[in-house]
Every structure is written in C-alpha cells, then in structure tokens.
C-alpha cells in the first residue's frame, strides 16, 4: 500500500546536476516546458496550411479565442499584438503546468532523498506552481515586463513621472505617486500568493480526500482542480494585460479613464 503524506510548503531536492540541487516542481517545470515546445514544433510541421488540418484548426481556435478575449480587455488592437505573445504564453504554461499537476502518480512516485537530515521517500514530480519560488519567478516575469512594455510605450521620464513627482511642485501627486509605487512591488506579492494559495490548497485536498475515500471520491475533485487550474492561469494572464494596458496609458489618459469611471458627485 502506497503511503499518502501531506505535501509541504517547499518543494523538495531529488538530486543533484553538480553543484546544482534539482527539485521535483522544477522537474515538473521542464516537463511542462517539454510539452509547451511539442505542441509548438507540431504546429510548425503544418507549415500553416490555408485549409488547416484538425489539430492547427484545433490550435488556431484557442489562438484567435484567446486574443479576440485579451482585445476585448485592452480595447487597442495594436497594443493586443504586442502584449499577446507574452500574455498567451503565460497563460498557456500555467494551464498546461496545472493540469499536469494532477495527471496520475504525481505526488505517488517516489525516489529516496534527504529531507531534514533524514533518508525519506520523496515525491518524484510535484505540481510546478505548489512551489512559491516558481510562482515568484512568474510574477517577476510578469511584473518586469509592464515596466518594459510601459517604458518603450511613454519613453523613460514620462514613465517615471507616473511615480515620482516633485513634492513642492504637487504635494498630492508626489504621494499618490509613492503609493502607486508601492502597488507595483505589492502586485510581485499579490501574484505569487494568489497563484501558490491556490494551487497548494487543491494539492492538500486530493491528498485528504485520497486518504479518507480513495479511488471513487477523488474524482469530481480532480474535475474540480481541471477548473481551478485554467481559471488561475486566466486570472494571472488578465491581471498581467490589464496591468501592462495601465502602464501603457499616459497619465492624463489614465486620470481620465479613472474620472470617467468613478460615478459623478457633483454638477
């Protein structure tokens, strides 16, 4: 009988390349990653054809449905284009490193490993975003890249007057500006714990259900974690596009956007 454990908060190490510790959520990220460029190189073998074969007309629907949604958002074909390679492919690997989380013996195949000092059986593969340093590592993509994307859009001092203003020219924007400053650094926070949260709960809960009803049970959770794992990799590419919109816009055109959306107080 396999022993079901409880996952930790970190991920594990299952060996070594050299000097370099390789731990089961980075394994499972290459894996990931192996089957994101598979997908990709398929659909290069079609050489694109005019009259699309089943699978590119498969992935030319997902394509053209995930843009027409992220237009839909920026509102700017121009601007879409240029956020939506990066946006689909974050959007894309979180979901395919999700679903993989949950495909059958992660998290049940075990190799024999230090942990705490002690020789224990450790999970070979386990869900690449139940590590709050990958989660990190995505986020800082994400986050960095705004700034990228707003500062090739306004030019370096116009971007950074969004943040820093002189404080005997505006006292007010000077504080504001501090505050957005601050909201930039708290969205690195609010991506990783979102995505981790969520993705570490639904790793504990088929862990519990497995143990107290195995076999049976599990499964309308596992139809459970399908859903959750394509709705955080939607949310996450949103946030990220709704994000890079805003650092896109000059700072009249957002104080606008903002007055616009704020109901009326006065005549």
């Not at 699309?52 to 992220?70: N, S």
């Not at 990066?86 to 075990?110: H, K, R, Y």
């Not at 939607?234 to 956007?257: C, Q, R, S, Y």
């Amino acid at each position: 009988m396999v022993a079901i454990t409880a996952p930790t908060l970190a991920s594990e190490t299952i060996g070594h390349i050299g000097g370099f510790e390789l731990r089961n959520t980075m394994l499972m990220a290459w894996l990931a990653m192996l089957v994101f460029f598979a997908l990709a190189l398929r659909l290069r073998l079609t050489n694109y054809r005019m009259i699309p074969g089943r699978f590119q007309a498969f992935i030319e629907l997902i394509v053209e449905g995930l843009f027409d949604f992220f237009d839909s958002v920026v509102q700017d074909r121009e601007k879409t284009r240029k956020f939506f390679p990066l946006v689909a492919t974050i959007f894309l690997f979180l979901v395919i490193a999700n679903w993989m989380g949950i495909l059958p013996g992660v998290g049940i195949i075990t190799v024999q490993g230090m942990h705490e000092g002690h020789l224990v059986p450790l999970p070979l593969f386990r869900s690449m975003n139940a590590d709050v340093n990958m989660t990190l590592a995505i986020a800082l993509i994400a986050v960095t890249m705004t700034q990228v994307f707003g500062i090739a859009a306004l030019g370096v001092l116009p971007y950074a007057g969004k943040y820093f203003v002189a404080p005997w020219r505006d006292p007010v924007m000077s504080f504001v500006g501090i505050l957005e400053l601050i909201a930039e650094c708290a969205k690195v926070i609010s991506f990783t714990f979102r995505l981790f949260g969520n993705i570490f709960a639904g790793e504990v809960l088929l862990v519990v259900i497995s143990f107290l009803l195995p076999y049976i049970a599990p499964l309308p959770f596992l139809g459970l974690e399908l859903f959750v794992g394509f709705i955080q990799g939607l949310v996450f590419a949103l946030l990220t596009i709704v994000f890079l919109k805003m650092a896109t816009m000059t700072h009249g055109h957002d104080e606008t956007h903002r007055t616009l959306a704020s109901p009326a107080t006065h005549h």
